[in-house]
């Protein structure tokens, strides 16, 4: 079976440490992810979102198992899937680079898909999902550097 391969890459306003803060912190997930719970089962290094960390991911009946396996502040995220879906090898690994006086955010995942002949479809799913979700973080992580500069809207 072959690998498959899905990118995104997306810019974000942000500096690379509020993008970085919104991927350790599971908790933030359903307002960008398109996930709806993000729950950690198995605590990690630290503060319990650090390498190590398992968490389940709830999207409509779908429940993904994801294991944080590496963590370089302010620069990448990666984990892999531990199950949920029918693949095997899945490893994603989120790069955060500083430009244009922001964020890059290159989102990669691969994978192989357990059974024969549906390798295309996952990739096709997938790429919409880590399309808008890399387009959706740049979007929250501008949008929290904005309020933690106190840029934000006020009211009076």
């Known amino acids: 079976m072959a690998h498959q391969h899905v990118e995104a890459t997306a810019w974000s306003s942000a500096p690379p440490a509020a993008v970085y803060r919104l991927l350790v912190d599971g908790a933030s ?3 960008w ?4 719970r993000v729950e950690v089962v198995e ?6 979102d650090g390498v190590g960390a398992v968490r389940v991911l709830h999207r409509g009946r779908v429940r993904s198992r994801e294991k944080i396996v590496e963590l370089v502040p ?3 995220f990666a984990y892999t899937l531990l199950g949920g879906l029918p693949l095997r090898d899945y490893r994603a690994t989120v790069d955060l680079t500083p430009e244009r006086g922001g964020t890059t ?5 691969s994978f192989r898909a357990s059974v024969p002949g ?4 996952y990739r096709t799913v997938l790429d919409r999902f880590i399309g ?3 387009r959706a973080l740049a979007e929250r992580a501008a949008e929290a550097a904005g309020d933690d500069a106190g840029a934000g809207p006020t009211s009076g």
């Open 29 to 31: 997930w359903p307002s």
């Open 33 to 36: 992810s398109g996930h709806d």
């Open 43 to 48: 605590r990690g290094e630290g503060d319990g």
């Open 74 to 76: 302010e620069r990448r």
């Open 105 to 109: 955010i290159r989102w990669s995942s």
């Open 118 to 121: 549906t390798g295309w479809l």
């Open 132 to 134: 808008q979700a890399t």
